[in-house]
């Protein structure tokens, strides 16, 4: 069984500050521990299901977060970004037999997360076929694109409910509950233990019941803080204007949403 594994870092069990999310800030190098452990924790149940490759994809800003040191024989780590428009989910095809999510957060304009956004901080909001956009619903979308079912997710609360809807098969470890500026966190030990235990379950599962077919069309919307990036974003070809703040695309392809997105936010 080959597993795909993308990991972001706003969403591990320990987070809430940006500055623990950053390379250059003091306590960094304990989250990264965090979200690493919780990597190798779905490993280790994906391995228990009966996995023999697995490939990870580091997620989160530099994307050289995760000690490689601390992988399982049959891992792989793609580290940095190639400049592909699947980003967090670079080098998922259709030869992976599921798709796992970890340390993901809410979407920009939901207050799951004290640190919600959706790729940057520029968007107030986006919307896919009016529904808030997430990382995770764009980057399991493109593994539905290439027909791989996305059986696991962790993160805050919020995200999780708000995605149960979209993946039949999905698993789910609410890790944390976003309030304000606060969460209230599970203890690592219990997050541990339930990814590594929900990676196992969800794999042994009918993965074909699992699969998603993606909407024919594609409407994003994209609302900006800053009119003045919306204006000058108005002019990637095929966006359309509505307001000030705000700009329209659509498309039939959902590669172009992923290319739009990768040069627009």
């Known amino acids: 069984m080959k597993v795909f594994i993308s990991a972001d870092m706003e969403g591990i069990t320990s987070t809430i500050k940006w500055d623990e999310c950053n390379p250059d800030k003091e306590f960094y190098r304990y989250h990264a521990g965090q979200m690493t452990k919780e990597v190798v924790a779905a490993c280790e149940g994906a391995i228990a299901a009966g996995a023999n490759e697995i490939v990870i994809k580091d997620a989160h800003g530099p994307a050289t977060n995760i000690d490689i040191t601390q992988l399982p024989e049959c891992a792989k780590l793609i580290r940095g970004w190639s400049g592909h428009p699947y980003s967090m989910v670079q080098g998922i095809d259709n030869t992976f037999d599921a798709a796992m999510f970890i340390g993901y957060h809410s979407s920009a304009g939901r207050e799951g997360n ?30 539905a694109y290439e027909g791989v079912p996305t059986v696991l997710l962790t993160g805050d609360k919020m995200l999780c409910e ?28 219990k997050s541990l233990r339930l990814i590594k235990e929900n990676a196992e379950k969800s794999l042994k599962q009918d993965l074909n019941k699992a699969k998603i077919e993606l909407p024919e069309s594609f409407k994003v919307e994209i609302c900006f ?8 974003m108005s002019y990637y070809p095929g966006m359309k204007k509505l307001d000030s703040n705000t700009l329209l695309f659509n498309t039939d392809d959902y590669f172009e949403v992923l290319r739009m997105a990768h040069f627009v936010l």
Not at 128 to 141: A, C, D, P, R, V
Not at 225 to 232: G, I, L, P, T
């Open 114 to 143: 004290p640190m919600s956004h959706t790729i940057t901080s520029r968007p107030l909001y986006i919307k896919i076929n009016e529904e808030y956009g997430s990382e995770f619903i764009l980057y399991s979308y493109v593994a």
């Open 162 to 189: 708000d995605s149960k809807k979209i993946h039949p098969g999905l698993y789910t470890v609410s890790v944390k509950e976003g309030i304000g500026s606060s969460c209230t966190c599970l203890s690592t030990e």
């Open 225 to 232: 803080k800053e009119h003045n990036y919306a204006n000058k």
